[in-house]
């Protein structure tokens, strides 16, 4: 198993662009989420799915998109960058339910907005 | 709505001495699980420990223990024999064991550990 994967490691924007960072997990997990990390914020929820076709808001969901079209694949989508959105960002998976004790996450996208 | 706070930004431990880290947490709900998460510079999220809310032993893992005090929604997390390896950001979280939204974690700000030789 790969386990979550999330590509690009490291991106470069300029402020209007927009992007899309992909993740994927090969764990047949229902539940896939976005956090965003800044110095000294913790993680912080940006959207999350309990399965393909629901997605619903975090904490900080606004100037992001998401969809889940598989079970495998949960893209963050960037509609128009920010300055305030340069972050890293991690995606993470589990089961659903009482049975899904430990969230997995991917190894996280360095994203700077200029 | 949940909250969980680490008081401690950063913490310094010598080689081979025993650390504590706290965390607590604010919630009205008696089914949960608490976790300690380590970030070492390399970014990627390890988890180092799980607590299911339901039981009353601390969980251990090696070098790892917690004291958990239920009553007090207090979860410290013990680090014995520090190795510098052990020297990261430590992330205490809590989730709810429920489906939906009220199943998604909840992190502290995290601390920061210093080990020296």
């Known amino acids: 198993n790969a386990g979550v994967t999330q590509t690009p490691k490291f991106q470069v924007l300029k402020t209007g662009q927009s992007m899309t960072l992909q993740c994927a997990q090969d764990m047949n997990h229902e539940y896939m989420s976005w956090y965003r990390q800044d110095p000294g914020m913790g993680l912080r929820l940006i959207h999350y799915?309990?399965?393909?076709?629901?997605?619903d808001q975090g904490e900080v969901p606004n100037g992001y998109n998401v969809s889940r079209s598989t079970t495998e694949d949960f893209p963050l989508r960037l509609l128009s960058a920010a300055p305030s959105q340069t972050s890293v960002y991690f995606c993470a998976s589990r089961l659903s339910g009482t049975g899904g004790r430990e969230q997995y996450f991917g190894p996280g996208t360095r994203l700077t907005v200029t | 709505a949940q909250t969980v706070t680490q008081s401690q930004p950063e913490m310094s431990v010598q080689e081979a001495e025993t650390v504590t880290l706290s965390c607590t947490y604010d919630t009205s709900e008696s089914d949960y699980y608490l976790f300690w998460y380590k970030q070492p510079p390399s970014r990627q999220m390890i988890l180092v420990i799980r607590?299911?809310?339901?039981?009353?032993q601390n969980a251990t893992e090696n070098r790892f223990s917690v004291n958990f005090q239920k009553a007090a929604k207090s979860f410290s997390l013990k680090i014995s024999d520090s190795q510098l390896g052990d020297a990261a950001m430590y992330f205490c979280a809590y989730r709810l064991n429920y489906g939906g939204s009220q199943g998604n974690l909840i992190f502290g700000k995290g601390t920061k550990l210093s080990v020296k030789p």
């Open positions: 799915s309990v399965g393909a076709g629901i997605t």
């Open positions: 607590q299911e809310a339901y039981k009353q």
